[in-house]
């Protein structure tokens, strides 16, 4: 089976920036689009980025654009989520998603536990 594993989160000040890991395992990680998710108290998750399996084509939501990137290293099979500029509404519970394909779709096949980001006012 696919297991994701979220690391990195944590409580941070205003305007500071948290790089997430995502480690994966289960399957060939470059052959697979991955991506980002969070969950704020209340609410329903959302898409935060994705990237395809070769990393050169990303997708961002509009909330986090210009702030968060997306990258992946094959070779260590992990996907990372660098957010700079953090603010009190990035707080919530980001999952890892792994894809079923090389390109990202509206449905991931596979997701960590999630790790939380506190972004304190």
């Known amino acids: 089976q696919v297991q994701l594993v979220e690391s990195g989160g944590g409580l941070v000040q205003n305007g500071a920036s948290l790089r997430l890991s995502c480690a994966a395992s289960?399957?060939?990680?470059?052959?697979?689009?991955m991506g980002w998710f969070r969950q704020a108290p209340g609410k329903e998750r959302e898409f935060v980025a994705a990237l395809t399996a070769s990393g050169l084509a990303r997708i961002y939501a509009d909330s986090v654009k210009g702030r968060f990137t997306i990258s992946r290293d094959n070779a260590k099979s992990t996907v990372y989520l660098q957010m700079n500029s953090l603010k009190p509404e990035d707080t919530a519970v980001y999952y890892c998603?792994?894809?079923?394909?090389?390109?990202?779709?509206?449905?991931?096949?596979?997701w960590g536990q999630g790790t939380q980001v506190t972004v304190s006012s």
């Open positions: 289960g399957r060939t990680f470059s052959s697979y689009a």
């Open positions: 998603a792994g894809y079923s394909s090389g390109f990202y779709t509206t449905t991931p096949a596979y």
